[in-house]
Antibody, heavy 114, light 108 residues
Framework: EVQLVESGGGLVQPGRSLRLSCTTS????????MSWFRQAPGKGLDWVGF??????????KYAASVKGRFIISRDDSKGIVYLQMNSLKTEDTGVYYC?????WGQGTQVAVSS | EIVMTQSPATLSVSPGESATLSCRAS??????LAWFQQKPGQAPRLLIY???TRATGVPARFSGSGSGTDFTLTISSLQSEDFAVYYC??????????FGQGTKVEIK
């Protein structure tokens, strides 16, 4: 069974940093691209970014709203994908989801507030 | 950038009735369209992919249709557990995979 478990969320002040982790199991992690999505309170689902598999060079792509501030990385030996969030803004508040193909984690809550 | 537009924003339906949800892409996406269901406090759940293929375990009362730019999700004989928000997502030339703004199906 595919499992994706996000962690690392919390309350952080604007301008600070936070690193989210997504620990996976139930599949050969290194073979898959991984994505992050987010959902602001009461709003819809937004794509945040993506990292390809090792075979495709671990290429990353980001939404315009986070490009230059967020970094996605992966540790294939541990089955973990990370989302490093820097220079956080209040509009980054929301639930962050880790996604593999059609499989979603349960999300981790991030609140950016002074 | 391809924009996904869902209608209506809210649909009020009585249990046992059917519901028809629409999703339109700003340009053709072939059949690269998925539908998700989301309940409060939960992650989205895949219902339909490739416009009309039900995901594993999804009841037959959920059906999808369409191709190109216009897509429909039909829920026949709504059950209490079907009242939720539904999102369409396009996944051609991903990333990104972009969503519509959602349709809330509420009890009438």
């Amino acid at each position: 069974e595919v499992q994706l478990v996000e962690s690392g969320g919390g309350l952080v002040q604007p301008g600070r940093s936070l690193r989210l982790s997504c620990t996976t199991s139930g599949f050969t992690f290194g073979d898959y691209a991984m994505s992050w999505f987010r959902q602001a309170p009461g709003k819809g689902l937004d794509w945040v970014g993506f990292i390809s598999s090792r075979d495709y060079g671990r290429t990353t792509k980001y939404a315009a709203s986070v490009k230059g501030r967020f970094i996605i990385s992966r540790d294939d030996s541990k089955g973990i994908v990370y989302l490093q969030m820097n220079s956080l803004k209040t509009e980054d508040t929301g639930v962050y989801y880790c996604v593999r193909d059609w499989d979603w984690g349960q999300g981790t809550q991030v609140a950016v507030s002074s | 950038e391809i924009v996904m537009t869902q209608s209506p924003a809210t649909l009020s339906v009585s249990p046992g009735e059917s519901a028809t949800l629409s999703c339109r892409a700003s340009q053709s996406i072939g059949n690269n369209l998925a539908w998700f269901q989301q309940k409060p406090g939960q992650a989205p759940r895949l219902l339909i992919y490739a416009a009309s293929t039900r995901a594993t375990g999804v009841p037959a009362r959920f059906s999808g249709s369409g191709s190109g730019t216009d897509f429909t999700l039909t829920i026949s004989s709504l059950q209490s557990e079907d009242f939720a928000v539904y999102y369409c997502q396009r996944y051609n030339n991903w990333p990104p995979q972009t969503f519509g703004q959602g349709t809330k199906v509420e009890i009438k």
